[in-house]
Structures are given as C-alpha cells and as structure tokens.
C-alpha cells in the first residue's frame, strides 16, 4: 500500500507552444463537442454543432476528426451526422463494471473495517497492476492512509498477489514472465520463482501477504473474491502498521480470517456457494477461526439481497 505520508506529485513540465492559452480553448471545444454528441438524443451534423457552439464550420469540423480518430465519435458516411465512438462506450461499460462492483463491495469492506478496526481496501486487476477502487480508514488511533485510483506492483503488496494468483493460468504465466520484480524494500521479492512458491501458497490458502515488501512500515492482508468462472474479479483486504502487527502474531491471525471471511462471503453473492467453497475451504493454514462473515444484511452464504 502507499505510504501513508502523501506523495509529492511533479507537474509535468508542458512544451512552450507559444499558444497555450490557444490549446486549452481548443480541448475545450474539443470537449463542448463531444458532450453534445453524448447528451443528444439523435445523430448531429457538423451545421448543428457548429451553429449551437457558435463557432465555424471549419473549425468545428476538424475537431470532429480528431474525435474521430481517436474513435470518441462515429460518423455516419451516409447521413454524415456523429454519435458516440466505439472507444467511449467501451470506456463506458468499463467504467460501469467497476462502479457496480465497488457498490456491491462497500458492505462487505465495512463489516471487514468494522471487525478488524483495521483501514481497509478493496481493488482489481488492470492490466499488469492492481488499481485500488474503495478506501475505508479505521476508527483506530492510528490510521493507515490511502487513495482511490493507486497503481500497485502485483509482486510485493497483498492485493496484487491475491489478484495475480487467482488469474488463468496463461495469462498468469504471462504476468510473471513480463515482472521487472522493482525492489521497493529489504523484504521485497525480486525473482521468479520466489514469487511462484508465493502464489502457490496463496493458491492454497486464498489469502495473500505483504510484510512491509511494498511500504516498510506496512503489513498488509488482502484475498481474492472470485467470479463464477474461477478468476479473481476483485480483492479485499487491510493494511496495518507493521511495527504494531508484527508484535501481536495472534491480531494478525484473526485479522487474516476476517479478511478471508469476507472475501468468501462476497465471493459466495458473486460467484456462488459452490465456487466459495472450492477456493476457500479446502484451505488449511488459513481457515477462519470464528463465525464466516456474513454477507451485509443477511444470514448466511448466498446470492445477496439488493
């Protein structure tokens, strides 16, 4: 997990174009454009956009290009009007995937926060990284800090391992193949089959660790909710102070079911029982030791109730 000092972020530094305040109208027009295209109820013509935006055909037109190329909005050869590309409907329904998928999360991440006093997270997969989607802190004294929208390295945080196990095998094999393995502390895991013995074990247990390999100071625990076709959809899990942790081997062990309870339990409304008890109870190191979790409001594993 990110530290929880906030990071400096660098302005990049922009080319003098001569022209600046020039290519900031011009994306905003760009951008007057394409919401109008989006929020239109039918095809548009270059003369109606550039009559409603009060602005030159000419002009008007070889912002529809640009939108064009880069598939934000279709023209129609025929009719030659514009609706909505292929690109930002695909970014649409990407979008909505995560939106739905953290909606139905929040619960379950605060029942986890709740039982742990722990902060807590919940993430994806996207691309060669995991992209933490909900953030949680605890009520406790001390509080782990962190943002939503955070890239981490699939190798040495909990989350990337519980999601990086958890995938098809090719793609998987792929993953690990394509890893820098960037160190990031004394305790980080820098070559393959270090990582592979790691993954197994995760495998095994269906919980995943990060004993400060990504953030020093941190202990993180995270698991993997997974879909009905047997591959992680998504990830639940805390993050501790490590120096706090490491001292009480038993708070680790029970925040560790409770994060693993709650990943089954959402794994069971997700991807159903049956799926929930292959990945999670056929575990050994790492079995709950109280009560599974229960899906937010309502007894027991099963398809939960909106």
Partial sequence: MQDAIGQVEKKAVE???????????????????LDMVVQAREPLRL???????????????????????????AKDPLRKNYTVGGR???????????V???????PYLEQLVSRTNESGHFGVMSK???????YIGSRGTIVVQNRVGVFEPLHCTALGKALLAFQPAARREALIGSMRFERHTDSTI???????RTIDKVRREAVAYDEGEYNGVLYCVAAPVIGRDG??????????????AVGSPEHIARVAAEVRA?????????????????????????????????????????????
């Fill in 190 to 196: 820098v070559d393959r089959p270090a990582l592979e």
């Fill in 47 to 73: 003369a109606d956009i550039a009559r409603d935006l009060e602005m030159d055909r000419a002009s008007a037109f070889r912002l529809l290009q640009t939108l064009e190329r880069n598939s934000l909005v």
């Fill in 88 to 98: 930002l409907l695909q970014w649409a329904s990407t979008i909505g995937q995560d």
């Fill in 262 to 306: 709650a990943a089954r339990a959402m794994t069971a409304a997700l991807g159903g029982d049956e799926m929930a008890r292959s990945v999670f109870d056929d575990g050994t190191s790492a079995q709950p030791q109280q009560k599974e979790a229960e899906s937010p409001g309502r007894k027991g594993p099963g398809p939960r109730k909106n």
């Fill in 231 to 244: 591959d992680a959809i998504g990830a639940i899990g805390v993050s501790m102070v490590r120096p706090i």
């Fill in 100 to 106: 739905n998928l953290v909606a139905t999360a929040r």
């Fill in 15 to 33: 080319p003098d174009t001569g022209s600046t305040a020039g290519t900031v109208q011009s994306l905003q027009r760009g951008l007057q454009i």
């Fill in 128 to 134: 060669d990284k995991a992209l933490l989607l909900d």
